[in-house]
């Protein structure tokens, strides 16, 4: 695999399920982030992490929770979701460090909650 | 928080002539602004992008302009060819990309054969 991958491509869970969706960089980056895409609304940026470590939370219900226990592996832990979380969520990386930095993007999760 | 405004939400041009989408940014402080193009059930990919130091870019028939002191930028496509139908996102950034990216809400542009 090259690139940005995500797995699974798509999911269905309900309200009171936990589940799990990963992203994975093969391009030796030491950024990634999570992005939420819903129909009608501009791509919303959720997290960011530097370095393993989370640089930005924007304001993300906690029912949301990332986790980056590498430089490659970007994890979004979802439980107790509502209807209005289906959503395509993005991962996405770059190489932060140089001045400015292209955001590669994996091919998204689709997320449905019942 | 930064606020990207864009338009038009649908654009529709006929092939061969060209197609401008316009984006407008609140944050005097962003300094990096890449286009992303979507095509349906695909990833968004950077197309162009232009930094704040720099005006105009031109990348074969897609050209950026940016405009700092009206905090708005432009994409325009040329010669417009029906693989170009796609949605297209605007976005900008205070920390060159590397503290993520505020979007537009994307637009739809159709070439008509």
């Known amino acids: 695999e090259t690139g940005v991958t995500q797995t699974p491509r798509h999911l269905v869970m309900g309200m009171t399920n936990k589940k799990s969706l990963k992203c994975e960089q093969h391009l030796g980056h030491n950024a990634m982030y999570w992005y939420k895409q819903s129909a009608k609304k501009p791509l919303e940026l959720m997290f960011v992490?530097?370095?393993?470590?989370?640089?930005e939370n924007n304001s993300v219900p906690s029912r949301f929770s990332p986790e980056c226990p590498n430089s490659s592996h970007l994890f979004l832990h979802l439980h107790t979701l509502q209807p209005e979380d289906s959503a395509l969520y993005l991962c996405?990386?770059?190489?932060?460090?140089?001045?400015?930095?292209?955001?590669?993007f994996g091919p998204g999760t689709r997320l449905t909650v019942l | 928080g930064e606020n990207v405004e864009q338009h038009p939400s649908t654009l529709s041009v006929q092939e061969g002539d060209s197609a401008v989408i316009k984006c407008t940014y609140s944050d005097s402080a962003s300094n990096y602004f890449p286009w992303y193009k979507q095509e349906l059930g695909k990833r968004p990919q950077l197309i162009i992008d232009i930094r704040s130091n720099v005006g105009e870019k031109k990348d074969q028939r897609i050209a950026v302009t940016l405009n700092k002191t009206a905090k708005h930028f432009s994409l325009h496509i040329t010669e417009t060819q029906p693989e170009d139908s796609a949605v297209y996102f605007c976005a900008a950034s205070m920390g060159g990309g590397a503290d993520g990216l505020t979007f537009g809400k994307g637009t739809h542009l159709i070439i008509q054969p």
């Open positions: 996405a990386s770059s190489e932060r460090g140089f001045s400015y930095n292209e955001q590669f």
């Open positions: 992490y530097n370095f393993k470590e989370q640089t």
